[in-house]
């Protein structure tokens, strides 16, 4: 069994907000499947199809922590079992790129994760959102929506997610991180 997590705020205010593309990500994987995500659990909505378990926390993203851990214990899930979708403003807007472990680089939902599991070695799916000017917080730059001319970029990006998260499913990490990591 895998679990897929997206981390993301809840709420309509947040919806298309660049923060929520981990949420975005989810979403369209379980439209390719045929799911929805409306059961609630563990601070959560989640679906779970066959041997997979799709997770978006509803506890704002800088405890998603809270919603994360319960979810692996119940399930008696390892942390190679668990995939963690993010943004990061240190990739190019529409780069994707999944690593098997590493620190929250800070991003507040990592790092919660990281905290509560107590460890750090989980795979993770990165969706770059590009920096913020100069002038521009980066807190604001995150809870902004996404620019029209940013969204094909943004499209490609989601649809590469969900095709990367499929291929780890199917396939593991390193046929996914082989397949969907562009190189700098």
């Not at 949420?23 to 563990?42: H, P, Q, Y």
């Not at 679906?47 to 506890?59: E, M, N, W």
């Not at 970029?153 to 990591?181: H, P, Q």
Request: hydrophobic content about 40%.
């Amino acid at each position: 069994m895998k679990m897929i997590v997206g981390l993301g705020n809840p709420g309509p205010r947040y919806q298309y907000t660049r923060h929520n593309i981990g949420f975005m990500a989810v979403d369209g994987l379980a439209r390719r499947l045929d799911t929805e995500i409306k059961n609630i659990k563990f601070k959560s909505l989640y679906t779970k199809k066959g041997d997979l378990i799709l997770v978006k926390p509803q506890t704002f993203m800088n405890l998603s922590g809270e919603a994360v851990v319960p979810f692996l214990n119940y399930f008696k899930l390892e942390p190679q079992d668990l995939m963690v979708v993010y943004d990061d403003m240190d990739l190019p807007l529409g780069q994707i790129r999944i690593r098997p472990k590493g620190s929250g680089g800070g991003h507040n939902g990592m790092g919660s994760i990281i905290k509560l599991l107590g460890r750090d070695d989980f795979p993770r799916l990165r969706i770059g959102i590009g920096r913020p000017n100069p002038m521009q917080s980066s807190a604001d730059y995150v809870l902004r929506i996404f620019e029209k001319d940013e969204m094909p970029s943004v499209t490609e990006a989601l649809i590469k997610a969900v095709d990367a998260l499929e291929t780890w499913v199917n396939d593991g990490l390193d046929t996914a991180m082989n397949k969907y990591n562009q190189r700098a």
